[in-house]
């Protein structure tokens, strides 16, 4: 650990707000996932620390549901699944950066081969004697990372290369899965399979959430759910799985606000009628983006508390942001708000944001009291 790693917050009371984690939801999301891909594998991907809600508690909570294979982006973060899923098969997304080859097989990680260059160093540490093991990335059309199909096919006539690299698993990533009609799906399928013919034997990997939705051809031998684990939507107009993360906020007070004036940096929204302003203990410094304050005409995010929904007020603050409750007589000093969770969709908000589930889950600060339900 790093000394400039903030301490944890323990206790909801000297904070201003704070996340509920359902571990049970998570492994139930999994094996929901894992009921779809039949008889393909069901992998988990916990990299950005698990969407943001941890990625140790997830990776233990995944393990006991039946998860025998993670991915995450960096080796740091595979570090840390170590410790907690010790006879995982764990992927590094990222690939393999230069001169720590022999950390991978020190810390039992896998990179995922994503380019020539990484292939010529990793073959020479297997060529000295390493003897970690590896996945091969082809790119079927994100441009990202992953060796070219020409490239693939190259490196497909050494017949010796899957033992002499030792790898594990072929696999490609979908651009578009979250739009079932993209016609760039059914490209990447019909180079997935070619790629499938090319490496016979060796166990093949394509789709994210939004793949496994996209029905079996997608699945091959193995399937990365990442953001349906963490309860995002991955489908377009399609719901979610059950709600892992609730996030919270504190109303720190409750003023009245006359009508004609306005609320928060940059005067950026004019109050039309009297309001009962609630502020929160919560702002952009807590991953809440500023980009869902809101403006005159235009409505930012909404909240809910006592079963009613209170929409934003002005702009969004780095440790603060403003609610009208006029309507919401109930409303008290210390009452706690939902941000999202159950009664308001994480995909709502980041709509109001104008970013993806992903990112807001993601961003979740280090200021929350984070509380985890079920197993740990
Ligand atoms: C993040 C990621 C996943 C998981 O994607 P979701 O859309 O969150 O399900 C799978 N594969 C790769 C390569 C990824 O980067």
Redesign the pocket.
């Known amino acids: 650990m790093e000394q400039s790693d903030p301490t944890p917050v323990q206790t909801p009371a000297t904070t201003g707000n704070r996340l509920t984690i359902d571990l049970g939801a998570l492994a139930r999301n999994w094996q929901a996932l894992a009921a779809q891909a039949g008889t393909a594998e069901t992998a988990a ?1 916990v ?1 950005g620390n698990a969407y943001g809600i941890g990625a140790e508690p997830a990776a233990r909570a995944l393990s006991r549901a039946g998860c025998r294979t993670f ?1 995450v982006a960096l080796p740091e973060e595979g570090f840390q699944v170590r410790a907690v899923a010790p006879e995982a098969t764990i992927y590094v ?1 990222n690939g393999l950066a230069s001169g720590v080859a022999a950390a991978h097989e020190a810390g039992n990680i896998r990179p995922v081969i994503g380019s020539l260059d990484e292939l010529r160093e990793w073959s020479a540490y297997r060529a000295a004697g390493g003897q970690g093991q590896a996945a091969l990335h082809v790119d079927t059309g994100m441009n990202r990372l992953g060796v070219t199909f020409a490239e693939a096919l190259e490196l497909a006539s050494d017949r010796g290369l899957t033992e002499r690299l030792g790898l594990t698993l072929v696999m490609s ?1 979908l651009a578009c ?1 979250d739009t079932p009609a993209h016609p760039l799906n059914a490209r990447q399928l019909a180079t997935m399979q070619d790629v499938r013919a090319l490496f016979p034997g060796l166990p093949v990997s394509l789709a ?3 793949g496994i939705a996209l029905g079996h051809d997608y699945h091959f031998n193995l399937v ?5 684990l963490y309860g995002g939507p ?1 489908i377009e107009g399609e719901p979610p799985l059950e709600t892992v993360v609730t996030a919270e906020a504190r109303i720190i007070q409750i003023r009245d606000v006359p009508a004609g004036e306005t609320v928060g940096y940059g005067a950026a929204q004019t109050l039309t009628r009297a309001c009962r302003i609630a502020i929160l203990s919560t702002g952009y410094a807590d991953g809440y983006h500023r980009s869902a304050g809101a403006t005159d005409g235009h409505p930012g995010a909404s909240v809910v508390l006592h079963g009613h929904r209170a929409p934003l007020v002005g702009r969004i603050s780095m440790d603060l942001m403003a609610i009208d409750v006029t309507d919401i007589p109930a409303a008290r000093r210390g009452d706690w708000v939902e941000l999202f969770g159950p009664n308001m969709p994480v995909a709502e908000v980041a709509t109001a944001a104008r970013t993806i589930s ?1 990112e807001l889950l993601t961003s979740l600060g280090g200021r929350y009291a984070r509380h985890y339900r079920g197993a740990l």
């Open positions: 991907a990299k991915f997304l990533h899965g994210n959430t939004a990365r759910p990442g953001i349906g991955y992903y």
